[in-house]
């Protein structure tokens, strides 16, 4: 007659079949985790409020989605780019770079971003620089450094966006320090979103510091900047 198994051994079989799976499953996670991990500690230290900032000649403003007419910067974009005339005002910087998708699918980023400074935010227009081939986050800091010849500078994007940037600017060679944007009107649902969508997005940003991929689009040296702080 076969005994029936005790209830402590079918207890342990379970608790062994758990960690069986568990441990696999916690590796992995680390792994797929890796990418976030750089982008996060890269920045560590570099990240500031924007009464707290540190001053730079130059802030990089990242483009992001414009309204659906192509007229307007979207909420996001608008907060970044008022975020950027208040270090200008307040002497933590002394040019804007916007850099984004000039031929986004949402309208002409950098030329909405730039319009909207100077006219609606009052930043001088010889004090602002349009980069519309700052396809994505890498390509805008690798352009920055190879075809504006910037060195130093803040990075303004809101703040699930802001280590990546940060880590991915200074492995390109700028030293930077980010300034985390206003965001008026992002609901708890969307900040959210974009933290996982930013956490996914790490992964492409290691692969590309890894290869050191070319920007998408390659252009001769570009004064603009230096020229820009001259004046």
Do not use: N
């Not at 342990?12 to 590796?27: E, I, N, Y």
């Amino acid at each position: 007659m076969t005994r029936p198994t005790p209830p402590i051994d079918l207890a342990r079989r379970r608790r062994r079949r758990l960690l069986r799976l568990a441990v696999p499953a916690f590796v992995a996670l680390l792994v797929a985790s890796l990418p976030w991990l750089w982008t996060t500690t890269g920045a560590l230290g570099h990240v500031h409020a924007a009464t707290e900032a540190p001053t730079a000649d130059v802030v990089i403003v990242l483009g992001t989605a414009v309204t659906e007419d192509g007229r307007q910067p979207g909420v996001r974009l608008a907060g970044r780019l008022e975020t950027a005339a208040e270090l200008v005002r307040s002497g933590r910087a002394r040019v804007v770079l916007v850099s984004g998708d000039g031929a986004g699918e949402s309208g002409d980023e950098p030329a909405i971003m730039a319009a909207h400074l100077t006219e609606q935010l009052g930043v001088d227009p010889q004090r602002v620089v349009a980069d519309p081939q700052g396809l994505d986050t890498y390509d805008s800091c690798l352009r920055a450094r190879q075809v504006y010849g910037i060195e130093r500078a803040l990075i303004v994007t809101q703040s699930y966006h802001l280590s990546r940037a940060v880590t991915l600017c200074r492995h390109v060679g700028i030293d930077a320090d980010g300034v985390t944007a206003r965001c008026s009107g992002c609901g708890t649902g969307l900040l959210v979103r974009k933290a996982a969508r930013d956490y996914l997005a790490s992964g492409k940003a290691a692969w590309d510091a890894i290869r050191d991929r070319p920007p998408a689009v390659s252009s001769p040296a570009d004064p603009a900047v230096s020229d820009a702080l001259a004046r």
